[in-house]
């Protein structure tokens, strides 16, 4: 009887341990909780395949992207424009649609409040944004080690409205009732020199093309948005042999970094993609150099050998 009560006592601890043991961390089926105030950038940090093409998909539809670094960790930025209330967020491989990181966006919402249906009808964005340009991994210091999951840092940005922007005041005529004249669109400030930055030129690797695009990494490093409209990239080191990349009308928001892709393609301003349609832009030594509509030097950076 002894020698029976001792097996179903080894049993229990052996199962109870097994139970401890087997409690895995955060994956990213686990949906993450974060606080998502309107106006304000957060950074989904996690892992993914080094390299790869990300999109962050907010309920069912597309308001960012970007890529995971060469050591497979992405930080990509996300600015709610919605209504209050509490929304799926996945990011997904671009190529297949895997989902490698989950979170719940509180909208205006405490974080620790009863999840409930989200509203169905996203709120109107601003006039300036001509879509949801948030992309491309954005540097930062507080990446999560190898081995780690996801972690969210919240960047606060400036509240008051851009200098320039003009709001007429409400027209009225007789024996009619008040009209209010459109609003005119924010005056984007005259850019300084590295208000946006070239972060990196990342190159095609030789030995497996097909695993790394060739790309240069653009962010915006001041607390104001710029449109970008007419502004060129160019490789200067190859002149003429290498007409210039011309943005085409699209504003950059603070902390967003956008990506201009040495391929052909369709340039998605959703996700912040640009594409020169042509290949083999960049070699080690060349200079970039980030100019505005103006012809004035914002930001330049020398390729350098990895």
Known sequence: MAYRAIVVLTLLIAGLS????????LRAADPLPLS??????????????????LLIV??????GGG???????????????????????????RSTRAVVGRFTCFVDTPVDSTPTASPTAPAPERAVTPTAPLTRPVATATLPPAGATTSVVVVPTATSAPSGSVTPAPTTTAGASPTVSPTTSAVTPTPRPNDIQIDEIVLRDATAPSQRREYVEIRNASAQPINISGWQLR????????????????????AQSIGVFSAVGTND??????????????????????????????????????
Do not use: H, K
């Open 235 to 254: 490789n200067v080191t190859r002149g003429s042999a290498i007409p210039p990349f011309v943005f085409p009308d699209y504003v950059i928001e603070p």
């Open 18 to 25: 097994m139970l401890i043991a087997g409690a895995s961390p």
């Open 36 to 53: 998502c105030p309107n106006g304000q950038t957060v950074l989904l940090q996690g892992r993914a395949p080094p390299a790869e093409a």
């Open 269 to 306: 301003l959703i996700a912040g993609d640009f594409f020169w349609n042509r290949t083999e832009i960049w070699r080690v030594g060349d200079r970039a150099e980030l100019r505005d509509s103006n012809d004035r030097l914002i930001s330049f950076l020398v390729v350098i050998e990895e």
């Open 58 to 63: 907010l309920g069912e539809r597309p308001v």
């Open 67 to 93: 890529a995971a670094d060469r050591g497979g960790v992405y930080s990509l930025p996300l600015r709610a424009r919605e209504r209050p209330g509490v929304y799926p967020v996945e990011v997904q491989l």
